[in-house]
């Protein structure tokens, strides 16, 4: 079945730090990729998504690309900020026909420090 | 504009008891999910309701476990009787169209001692 591999954390950098947080997929036909944030207390938020090969999606400084080549959609940021301290989680849905549930990775857990 | 609230936020339960978790989505979002995430793996799709029927329960994990969405609004997640296993992190979700965003609530955290 379809799944999603994320690096496992947790990550921890200092302040203005370049992130990398890796995500594969494997998936069946061309599912939508998508990166959720959950900060401290909250509940998940859609970070970016993309919907088909090539598309880069960004948001708040981030930004992942749809290589469908790799099955990869890596998360990146150039300079991060003791605000971006949060759990990570890839995610892709096939929706195909009726079915809308996420498939998620196990969540990466960044902690940027001053 | 309300976004999708949940309750309890916490849950503390001795093995064998009932618990029962509620979800209310974004007012007029027709799609409701269900998730959990066990400490440590992954978040899991439990179900997903259009309105107040079931569109997809195959991630449910037996039967000890039941949804309902009465007249399509809220949704009610019971565990009866809980055990230790189900302890985790219940996440609720609701998306105006299939296929567009979808919302989360906070989560229920629900411990099984």
């Known amino acids: 079945g379809d799944s999603v591999t994320q690096m496992e954390g947790p990550v921890t950098l200092s302040e203005e730090a370049f992130l990398t947080i890796n995500c594969t997929y494997t998936a069946t036909g061309y599912p939508s990729l998508f990166w959720y944030v959950q900060y401290p207390g909250e509940g998940l938020q859609l970070l970016l998504k993309a919907t088909k090969a090539d598309d880069k999606g960004s948001n708040k400084g981030f930004e992942a690309t749809y290589r469908k080549e790799t099955t990869s959609f890596h998360l990146e940021k150039g300079s991060v900020q003791v605000s971006d301290s949060a759990v990570y989680f890839c995610?892709?849905?096939?929706?195909?026909?009726?079915?809308?549930?996420?498939?998620f990775g196990k969540g990466t857990k960044l902690s940027v420090k001053p | 504009e309300a976004g999708v609230t949940q309750f309890p936020s916490h849950s503390v339960i001795e093995k064998g008891q009932t618990v029962t978790l509620r979800c209310d989505p974004i007012s007029g979002h027709d799609n409701l999910y269900w998730y959990r995430r066990v400490m440590g793996k992954e978040i899991k799709f439990l179900l997903h309701?259009?309105?107040?029927?079931?569109?997809?329960e195959s991630g449910m994990p037996n039967n000890r476990f039941l949804a309902e969405r009465t007249g399509g609004t809220y949704s009610t997640l019971k565990v009866q009787p809980a055990e230790l296993e189900d302890s985790g992190v219940y996440f609720c979700?609701?998306?105006?169209?299939?296929?567009?965003?979808?919302?989360f609530g906070p989560g229920t955290r629900l411990t099984v001692l």
């Open positions: 979700a609701s998306s105006l169209v299939l296929g567009h965003e979808q919302f």
């Open positions: 309701f259009v309105k107040e029927s079931k569109q997809d």
């Open positions: 995610a892709l849905s096939n929706y195909g026909g009726s079915q809308g549930n996420l498939i």
